[in-house]
């Protein structure tokens, strides 16, 4: 494994941002830039042997400070949405900033994917490390995260998350990276076939935001336990459309430990890839909307033109006991790896 880094520019608070690029004997590779902690790149060998950047992104840094979509990015404190920007914990009320309509989204008005982490070589994988302070974003407890990178002669991508704090508070992570297996630059991900290893789903409301009720999946378009083109089924006249126009869902995944999550497959570009967790939940968003205006060499990213497949704890779990706690305890550490395989 040839692991090389080199500066991607600096940032507005001063400081120097990194790009490591990962490659293996057979050409594939991967780059992460410590700016949020963002995947930018991963490109892998379609059919016929040519490499195709399978994801969502910027070419430069100022691109990444401006962006609202967390392309490629790990998000946190917590990720996906938290009901009116509150929780309650240990008997305490906490106020987050309100970002989404009526929710909390992704850490806050400056959540982790906007901040430059420390980052570093160790062997043949990349380590990044951030420190959130107590209070930040509203949060309760100093919180250290780490995540580690590693990229495989498999053309396997590895991402360790580890998190530890000092006193309770309140975690869920993913990295939010946006997939095309035709290539970042394809016209659509509509055609892509998709297996979701889930018989249940957490049912949203008008403002994406999960009601506690989980739902079987059969039956209805979010049945993904047979593969299925992503289109086949989603202008379908079902209630859980009827704002979003889309998938924006967190599936409820059968199994438990390291197991296959999902599976998504191109046709055109004969790209498979594998997406494997530990976690017990998966958010299947594909962007009815443009997630933004150009991407890479300048070309807008259009309308259900990627997927994103975000390991996680269910949303609003803050709100809804029953669900997979999210509380982090000051006596036990968190640590997840989410596996996404490419062949």
């Not at 980052?119 to 107590?134: A, E, L």
């Not at 998709?194 to 999946?217: C, K, Y």
Request: proline residues 5%.
């Amino acid at each position: 494994m040839n692991i090389t880094k080199q500066p991607f520019g600096v940032t507005s608070d001063g400081d120097t941002a990194y790009l490591y690029c990962l490659k293996n004997s057979e050409g594939a590779y991967v780059t992460i830039t410590s700016y949020g902690c963002r995947i930018v790149s991963i490109c892998v060998p379609d059919r016929e042997g040519s490499l195709r950047d399978v994801c969502l992104g910027y070419d430069t840094l100022a691109e990444y400070e401006k962006d609202t979509a967390s392309f490629g990015a790990v998000v946190g404190r917590h990720a996906n949405r938290i009901e009116k920007g509150e929780f309650t914990l240990n008997g305490k009320t906490y106020t987050l900033a309100v970002n989404n309509g009526p929710n909390h989204l992704h850490g806050g008005l400056r959540g982790f994917h906007h901040y430059n982490w420390d980052s570093r070589i160790d062997g043949n994988k990349v380590h990044f490390t951030r420190v959130s302070p107590d209070g930040e974003e509203g949060y309760p407890g100093t919180l250290t995260m780490h995540v580690t990178y590693s990229w495989s002669e498999d053309n396997e991508l590895c991402i360790l998350y580890e998190a530890e704090t000092d006193q309770d508070t309140v975690f869920n992570t993913t990295n939010h990276a946006y997939f095309n297996l035709d290539g970042e630059d394809a016209e659509t991900a509509l055609n892509h076939i998709l297996m979701i290893n889930a018989e249940q789903f957490t049912e949203s409301d008008e403002n994406d935001l999960t009601t506690g009720r989980i739902l079987p999946v059969a039956g209805t378009p979010m049945d993904f336990t047979t593969a299925k083109p992503i289109g086949q089924d989603i202008r379908a006249d079902y209630y859980q459309f009827k704002y979003s126009k889309t998938y924006d869902h967190n599936f409820v995944l059968s199994g438990t430990g390291l197991t296959e999550a999902a599976v998504l497959f191109s046709r055109n570009s004969g790209i498979r890839m594998t997406c494997f967790t530990d976690q017990p939940g998966l958010q299947l968003y594909v962007p009815a909307k443009s997630p933004s205006s150009h991407g890479k060499n300048g070309r807008s990213y259009p309308a259900y033109g990627s997927v994103c497949l975000e390991t996680q704890h269910f949303p609003n779990a803050t709100s809804h006991p029953e669900f997979p706690s999210v509380i982090l305890t000051a006596d036990a550490p968190f640590k997840s790896k989410t596996i996404y395989h490419f062949s």
